[in-house]
């Protein structure tokens, strides 16, 4: 019978267990716990949700790209949408608020992004299955058109298009493209 | 105790460099413009890739491609309302027309697919088309028929 030796066959086990056995002859338990600990800390405090939520606008990383503030009607990506912001419904800007559905037809449009001066191609998805939001009502109709025209009028309700029915409950500003 | 958090501190900083970066590299690149008239006129109801909402929009990732290939059919896509009352001029649309056919069928495109004119666009555009659904099934059972035998 021979003596079995730990992870004689993988190196990167022995390259780990010497590693270990280095460290813990250098540091003690203590100072191991202690620089862990200052590690958790610097690295986590950035990322508790109290800080993002306490962060101006102004201070968001992509706000140099994307100006404004998705909660407001005179947002760049509305310039085109009448119903209520989804933004302050429990949802965002690209996602409906839980218990809603997006409708998949919907309406398209351009709206000019003043920090970089393209226009972009935005789709009004409506977020249906509830009642009205009741928050945020912003009607801003830039490019909109009469009825007559219907691909290029925000007056239908496009929930008709969506799976779980015609209640309308708030609209989506979502980026789909670069027109110019 | 020291070096520890210096070393957090500096893991801490790069990791934020990095989130910075991949924000801000984000740069506009345009649509192709035949692809951003799609997405104006046609995307809002036919969808990104064409497939539509059953029941309610018919999907076009079958029947353009068996449409496109007899003369009957090309005229029916262009007459139809969304294509014929659509604001893009005879020639946008003729390439809205050829750009869906080639990108949003399922199958592969043959080779001898002849891409919409402005001239042929002319010529079908102004007759109303009023049956629509009619108009279609009839087509597309021809079609059927035709690719039975």
Partial sequence: MTARVPYAGNPLDAFVERMTRDLARRVSRRSFLGNVGALLFTTGVPLLPVARGAAPTAARPEAAADPGDPQTCEYWRHCAIDGFLCACCGGSIQSCPPGTEASAITWVGTCHNPADGHDYIVSYNDCCGKSQCGRCLCNRNEGDKPLYMPFKSNDYNWCAGSKVGIAYHCSTARVVGVAK | ?149
């Avoid at chain 2, 104006?40 to 999907?59: F, I, Q, R």
């Avoid at chain 2, 001029?89 to 919409?116: G, I, K, P």
Wanted: contains cysteine.
């Fill in chain 2, 1 to 149: 105790m020291k070096r520890g958090a210096l070393c957090a501190a500096v893991f801490a900083i790069t990791c934020s460099a990095i989130a910075l970066q991949l924000r801000a590299g984000q740069a506009a690149v345009l649509t192709p413009p035949v692809q951003a008239n799609y997405m104006l006129n046609c995307m809002g109801c036919h969808l990104a890739d064409g497939s539509g909402a059953a029941g309610k929009v018919p999907s076009v990732r079958d029947s353009m491609l068996i449409l496109s290939r007899s003369t009957a059919g090309r005229r029916y896509l262009v007459q139809v309302p969304g294509a014929a009352l659509s604001p893009l001029s005879d020639l946008e649309l003729a390439q809205v027309l050829s750009w869906m056919v080639r990108n949003l069928s399922a199958r592969t495109v043959a080779s001898d697919f002849t891409d919409f004119t402005a001239a042929e666009v002319a010529d079908y555009r102004r007759a109303p088309l009023v049956n629509v659904r009619e108009r279609r099934a009839q087509l597309l059972a021809v079609a059927a028929d035709r690719a039975a035998r």
